[in-house]
């Protein structure tokens, strides 16, 4: 089992950025993908970003293309996501999941959650 814990969240003006972490516990981090969701207010849970077991392969919602930048280290036990260029409409939850069956752009009813780290965003 591995326990996710998200910080890093805040309020940023658009065209700001912002950089989550995802510290991760147990000593099996690099078993696991990770990735990051997110949440806004009366919508569904979306997928933004995946990176591989060992950080060689990454995935991005095509919304966030060019301007948010997924990593890891395992040394750290730790996910990041860099978020450039911010716009209001991305104001939610976001929220990291460790994947143990690799990486994904749905969730999976096994996935591992954080608690989630509010990004605000002001127009």
């Known amino acids: 089992q591995v326990q996710l814990v998200e910080s890093g969240g805040g309020l940023v003006q658009a065209g700001g950025s912002l950089r989550l972490s995802c510290a991760a516990s147990?000593?099996?981090?690099?078993?696991?993908?990770m990735g990051w969701f997110r949440q806004a207010p009366g919508k569904e849970r979306e997928f933004v970003a995946t990176?591989?077991?060992?950080?060689?392969?990454?995935y991005y919602a095509d919304s966030v293309k060019g301007r948010f930048t997924i990593s890891r280290d395992s040394a750290k036990n730790t996910a990041y996501l860099q978020m450039n260029s911010l716009k209001a409409e991305e104001t939610a939850v976001y929220y990291c999941?460790?994947?143990?069956?690799?990486?994904?752009?749905?969730?999976?009813?096994?996935?591992?959650w954080g608690q989630g780290a509010q990004v605000t965003v002001s127009s």
């Open positions: 999941a460790a994947a143990r069956r690799g990486m994904s752009t749905t969730e999976r009813q096994d996935d591992y």
């Open positions: 990176i591989g077991r060992s950080a060689s392969s990454t």
């Open positions: 147990g000593r099996t981090f690099s078993t696991y993908a």
